[in-house]
């Protein structure tokens, strides 16, 4: 099951933060979040595991709820290379297959 | 974190051709998966192929329609079987690793008129 993202949209002028959720209605094993820029392929960004283990990005943040299922990506200080659009991918099992989302479009203006 | 490269980058094919997509991996995995994504949409994997075994498709998507190659750990193919205008979207290939995440080829826009 696809999972839920929100905001579908939003946007921020450079320097202000914003979070973005993820949410699954079954239980996960591991959360991805990635980024993707108009005709370019997405960049991984976290992957959030089930455990409590983080790896990714330095300059990013994120947070795994896995009683409820829920994922959310900090954005804190925001520059204009944020822009694109955020996709989280769920894992219901330990077998690397991903069901994402239906992406948030950040913009990030001067 | 591996580095793919996919290819043709694009193409516009006549309904009823076939179009075969090509990924390269400059080392040796296990598991690569192809995933197809309509313009401004989300990600819907397509199957997952594995050296040595047949490909597992998902819902929705059958062999006959969408064969899939994996030759060795470096290199699969994903094959486009008598296209419909309906099949015009970008094709990607992918591989995974527990430290890096997911690694995107650079993506096939395949426009079928």
């Known amino acids: 099951q696809q999972p839920v993202q929100s905001p579908q949209a939003v946007i921020l002028r450079e320097g202000e933060d914003a979070v973005i959720n993820c949410s699954s209605s079954k239980a996960l094993y591991s959360v991805h979040w990635y980024r993707q820029k108009h005709g370019e392929a997405p960049v991984f960004l976290m992957i959030l595991l089930k455990g409590g283990e983080q790896k990714g990005h330095d300059k990013i943040s994120a947070s795994f709820n896995e009683k409820k299922q829920q994922s959310s990506l900090y954005l804190t200080a925001s520059q204009l290379s944020y822009s694109g659009t955020y996709f989280c991918g769920t894992e219901g099992g330990s077998n690397y297959k991903l069901t994402f989302g239906k992406g948030t479009l950040l913009t990030v203006n001067p | 974190s591996a580095v793919i490269s996919q290819k043709p980058s694009r193409d516009i094919c006549q309904r009823g051709t076939s179009l075969t997509i090509q990924c390269q991996v400059d080392?040796?995995?296990?598991?690569m998966f192809w995933y197809r994504q309509q313009p401004g949409q989300s990600l819907t994997l397509i199957a997952t192929a594995n050296q040595g075994s047949e490909a597992t498709y998902e819902s929705g998507f059958v062999i006959d329609k969408f064969p899939i190659s994996r030759p060795n750990l470096t290199f699969s193919t994903l094959t486009v079987s008598n296209m419909s205008p309906e099949d015009s979207s970008i094709y990607l290939c992918s591989v995974a690793d527990r430290d890096y995440g997911y690694t995107f080829g650079s993506g096939t826009r395949l426009t079928v008129v």
């Open positions: 080392s040796q995995v296990t598991m």
